[in-house]
């Protein structure tokens, strides 16, 4: 068995528990997924992930941390407008959480 093969093996009880009908399971799972992602150099699956656990449970407090890593991985791929984007919304949807303060830090770095 080759590793990709095992990668994606060890994948699958994430992918499972992201159909999950509990929501805060679905986006934790998510998170992870994207954070497996991540740290295989799949950046734009990652992403994907992120946004995925932001967008579909926006309800659950922890998806707003799929704003904060999406912007991350989109930094490391060079694409600085969705970065830019992905924080924006961070703080719009959750605008005294401390997540939205790291937000907006990064992007007063962005501007100097």
């Known amino acids: 068995m080759c590793i990709r093969d095992r990668f ?3 994948l699958d009880p994430l992918l499972i528990a992201v159909d999950s009908t509990d929501d805060d399971e679905a986006c934790r799972a998510e998170l992870a997924l994207g954070e497996a992602l991540e740290r295989s150099g799949m950046l734009e699956e990652a992403g994907v992930a992120y946004l995925k656990a932001a967008y579909f449970y926006p309800g659950v407090a922890r998806s707003k941390s799929g704003l904060l890593r999406a912007a991350d ?3 490391k791929l060079g694409r600085g407008e969705d970065a ?11 605008p005294d959480t401390p997540l939205a303060e790291v937000a907006r830090e990064r992007l007063s770095q962005e501007r100097q």
């Open 8 to 10: 994606d093996e060890a």
């Open 73 to 75: 991985v989109f930094a």
């Open 84 to 94: 830019r984007r992905a924080l924006e919304k961070l703080i719009r949807d959750a």
